[in-house]
């Protein structure tokens, strides 16, 4: 899922910090480099009211080398907000934030590629990811495998990712993973398993939402 970036569980990171209240002890690379943040805070206070007007603040910063600016960037072009759709610079920003190291624009500039078809690029971005702890990455890629697109068909490299994605929270990851449960195995023991398993999912997604974290990391794939 492709939305706005929030801090969620974790110390991962999504665009906008400032909707949750507890912030990790550590910034991530895009925040902890970027001299801009307050500037960066207003214009995407304009951006929630008009995101065409913003475009022009967040290239303005952008320029000023404001990663947070670039990231957001990135993903008004790829989704379209305040602007058409343009693959090209959505993968042109979130390029520039992954020569950083950042984690968040490595997830983001493979969805970008995905997007635009480029799957062989967009899986080593999301192994890069992967490779960080990075969850919403690991139920993509682990999704690459479980259908084999661009990539040999693997179920049993799915179930690890999926696994790996639940264990720290990930709603969607424990959802694919109950899925390869109740779908894939065979056996009483592993449907109980799978159903469990898609009910804890089910119930802590509803939660996440209903305290209005749908921003939340643990919700993203």
């Known amino acids: 899922m492709i939305g706005s970036l929030s801090y969620g569980s974790g110390g991962e990171t999504s665009l906008h910090?400032?909707?949750?209240?507890?912030?990790?002890?550590?910034?991530?690379?895009?925040q902890e480099s970027d001299g801009h943040l307050a500037a960066w805070r207003l214009?995407?206070?304009?951006?929630?009211?008009?995101?065409?007007?913003?475009?022009?603040?967040?290239?303005?910063?952008?320029?000023?080398?404001?990663?947070?600016?670039?990231?957001?960037?990135?993903?008004?072009?790829?989704?379209?907000?305040?602007?058409?759709?343009?693959?090209?610079?959505?993968?042109?920003?979130?390029?520039?934030?992954?020569?950083?190291?950042?984690?968040?624009?490595?997830?983001?500039?493979?969805?970008?590629?995905?997007?635009?078809?480029?799957d062989a690029a967009a899986i080593l971005a999301l192994e890069y990811a992967v490779a960080r702890g990075h969850s919403p990455s690991m139920v993509r890629l682990g999704g690459m495998y479980q259908v084999g697109r661009s990539i040999e068909r693997d179920l049993s490299k799915a179930h690890q990712l999926y696994e790996r994605a639940a264990e720290r929270g990930n709603i969607f990851g424990k959802a694919r993973l109950a899925n390869l449960y109740l779908r894939k195995y065979k056996g009483l023991r592993m449907k109980l398993k799978g159903a469990r398993l898609m009910a804890s999912a089910m119930i802590e997604g509803a939660s996440l939402v209903l305290k209005k974290q749908d921003n939340d990391i643990r919700l993203q794939h």
Do not use: C
Not at 50 to 56: L, S, V, Y
């Open 43 to 118: 214009a995407d206070a304009l951006r929630e009211k008009n995101p065409a007007a913003a475009i022009g603040e967040f290239k303005a910063l952008a320029q000023q080398g404001s990663y947070m600016s670039m990231l957001t960037l990135g993903w008004l072009y790829l989704t379209g907000t305040g602007t058409p759709v343009d693959l090209a610079e959505s993968e042109r920003w979130f390029k520039r934030v992954a020569e950083t190291g950042s984690v968040r624009a490595h997830y983001y500039l493979a969805a970008t590629l995905l997007r635009a078809k480029h």
């Open 17 to 30: 910090p400032r909707r949750n209240r507890a912030l990790p002890a550590k910034l991530p690379i895009e």
